[in-house]
């Protein structure tokens, strides 16, 4: 096969000494042309969007899944629940970084009035749709102490696949395209080993779940439901891969197509397994699995038999087990970079439980983290797009393309949260509507979506800039970061605040403020 590829190593330096990179010493005399700026948008917009697409249709296969089983019945919807849940922070997490992490701090020291809300919204906002489900199903009897300890049991692994950013993304930037295929099939082959430690984890939910405190029926119902998610255990980091490497080649609108096509297959095929089969909620479990098989499949005929693949996959080679120890030395650092972020989320969780009546403030915190949790997806695939052409730049040695798009994904990230945030200040009084017609609960979303607002911006940024961080191949960086602004600032700051001071809105107390009132969460599916 003919190939125009550089002999360089992703070992060697992508700059001189000086910072300038081989190409570009006469570019930062230049500056830059609108024309560059322009160019620069407009490749950011293309790949943002379809990964904004891929992450939301990604988000509903389990959402999905769990929805089915709402009609079920109580207690299969909160055992399919506990085991999304489970999963989502024993497994899934292992295999991909999530990106959707809390600027926290900052907004607890501008929103001093929404303090003690704000930290539990901290603790929930990562725990996605199920977490949501689980708030109504079970009238408070999940323990989220339980959800937080099995986050820590398994998190130090969650960076891993977005280890390919750097290798698969500076590699296309250095026209070293065939090393693309062989940096993925070696975080296949990782990827595929770490899933079966957690395959047992899985296999042994049931009990895991009762040692923790969890109610028997709903331990077992979601034991049953997480073996039969085993089998997408293993398709999920096989499509995480798949995933970067075709979004490092800027190849993004068949991810789109495949994804939407999972999705729609998804529905039919979680309505026969379910209800016509007589499976029940093990039907939406093996649906879940059987779908993200298929969404696998899609992708691998795609790098297969397509034309846009064919320098980047040349078949299977052995190279691709020769060297797994320069993947892994890179991908600790991502699991690092997110576990100290993760693990700080997590014991705020197991703090939260120290709250007066924290099951009441987690259910009527759904509407508001489902908010969250959407719009968090256009910040998401920023950083997607951000990673790509950070990684690209630097891997053709023209950092001075790559510090344009870093200027140019933070202007977008800062346009995008003002944006949304204004959208979402404007509809705060209309919105709790969607979802109740209690007039308090509709009262309590308007004083939740300010603090909706200014942590999505805060988030965007933060979330952007991890993707730069990808592309640069700076996570170890990124662990120093974390640690300090989590462990030394964060979290002390959030236990005063909401433990010591006591700061709830307009000089209320956030405790009297759950005591005086009852605000009823009657929410429709």
């Not at 017609?437 to 988030?459: G, H, K, R, W």
Request: glycine content about 8%.
């Amino acid at each position: 096969m003919e190939r125009e590829e550089q002999s360089l190593s992703l070992s060697t330096p992508l700059c001189e000494g000086n910072g300038v990179g081989v190409d570009e010493k006469g570019s930062q005399e230049r500056g830059i042309s609108k024309k560059e700026i322009l160019e620069e948008v407009k490749k950011q917009l293309w790949l943002s969007g379809p990964l904004i697409s891929v992450s939301l249709l990604q988000y509903c296969i389990q959402m999905i899944s769990v929805m089915f089983v709402g009609h079920l019945g109580e207690l299969s919807l909160a055992g399919a629940s506990m085991a999304t849940s489970f999963a989502s922070v024993t497994g899934f997490s292992f295999l991909i970084l999530k990106h959707g992490s809390e600027s926290s701090t900052l907004i607890a020291n501008n929103l001093v009035c929404w303090v003690e809300d704000f930290l539990l919204m901290y603790c929930w906002k990562l725990k996605t749709q199920v977490h949501i489900l689980e708030g109504w199903a079970i009238d408070g009897e999940l323990h989220s102490e339980a959800a937080a300890f099995f986050s820590m049991l398994d998190i130090f692994a969650v960076g891993m696949a977005s280890a390919l950013d750097t290798f698969c993304g500076q590699s296309y930037g250095a026209r070293q395209f065939h090393m693309l295929g062989i940096h993925m099939q070696r975080a296949m082959f990782v990827l595929s080993l770490v899933s079966i430690p957690l395959a047992i984890i899985w296999a042994n939910t049931r009990s895991i779940l009762i040692a923790c405190g969890q109610q028997k029926d709903i331990a077992e119902e979601a034991g049953l439901y997480a073996r039969f998610m085993i089998p997408s255990l293993f398709a999920y980091g096989l499509l995480q891969c798949l995933v970067k490497f075709l979004q490092t080649q800027n190849i993004v609108f068949p991810m789109m197509l495949c994804s939407g096509i999972t999705t729609l297959f998804h529905i039919l095929v979680c309505w026969v397994l379910v209800f016509k089969t007589g499976l029940g909620n093990r039907g939406a479990a093996l649906a879940s699995s059987l779908s993200y098989w298929i969404n696998v499949l899609l992708m691998v005929l795609y790098v297969k038999f397509s034309s846009s693949c064919s320098k980047t996959w040349t078949g299977f080679s052995k190279e691709a087990f020769h060297d797994t120890v320069s993947f892994v030395r890179l991908a600790i650092p991502s699991a690092i970079m997110v576990c100290l972020e993760m693990w700080s989320f997590e014991s705020m969780v197991l703090l939260s439980g120290l709250l007066p009546n924290p099951e009441l403030e987690t259910s009527v915190l759904s509407i508001s983290l489902n908010t969250a949790a959407t719009v968090w997806m256009i910040p998401y695939g920023l950083s997607g797009a951000a990673s790509t052409r950070v990684s690209n730049e630097l891997g053709a040695q023209r950092p001075y393309l790559a510090r344009l798009a870093v200027c140019v994904v933070i202007a977008i990230a800062v346009t995008e949260g003002i944006v949304v945030g204004i959208v979402l200040i404007l509809i705060r009084n209309v919105w709790g509507y969607a979802y109740s017609n209690e007039i308090q609960v509709v009262n309590y979303v308007a004083v939740m979506l300010p603090v909706v607002a200014t942590s999505n911006f805060l988030d965007g940024l933060q979330c952007v800039l991890s993707g730069v961080a990808r592309g640069c191949g700076w996570q170890k960086i990124g662990a120093y970061i974390n640690l300090g602004s989590y462990y030394l600032v964060g979290i002390p700051i959030a236990i005063l605040l909401a433990f010591v001071f006591h700061v709830g809105g307009k000089a209320k107390k956030a405790t009297d403020r759950v005591y005086n009132e009852v605000i009823p969460v009657d929410t429709v599916s």
